[in-house]
């Protein structure tokens, strides 16, 4: 699925997180937070809740540590990846099926973390 896609607009910048989002041309976004875990336990407990709930997040093998694709049903879903002490969140809202989401947030989520 190729997408034009606008330049990122930042969203949020605060010293344990970050985050932007990018417009694409026709509808949709695309959103993109970065966050430095502050407390001991923070990832182990977000993915301990994640798989307790197998009907909206599927674990997606092969990028970072963990990673978690979020079905947020007809709205988009989110690749949430854990990786040392980063969580990253790529989100994709009103542009296909979370279906046939999985391998182009996989795509962005790849650069993202070739960045650290």
């Avoid at 896609?5 to 417009?23: D, H, N, Q, Y």
């Avoid at 026709?26 to 809740?49: H, T």
């Avoid at 999985?102 to 989520?109: D, I, N, W």
């Amino acid at each position: 699925m190729a997408v034009a896609v606008r330049s990122g607009e930042p969203r949020l910048t605060i010293k344990s997180a970050s985050a932007c989002r990018f417009a694409l041309h026709g509808g949709g976004v695309i959103a993109v937070v970065v966050r430095r875990s502050e407390r001991p336990g923070w990832s182990a407990e977000e993915i301990s809740r994640m798989l307790s709930h197998p009907q909206r997040f599927r674990e997606i093998l092969g990028i970072g540590d963990r990673s978690f694709l979020f079905d947020m049903m007809e709205n988009g879903a989110a690749l949430c990846i854990f990786r040392g002490d980063c969580y990253v969140q790529v989100s994709a809202f009103h542009i296909a099926q979370p279906s046939t989401l999985s391998p182009a947030l996989v795509a962005v989520a790849r650069k993202v973390l070739r960045r650290f």
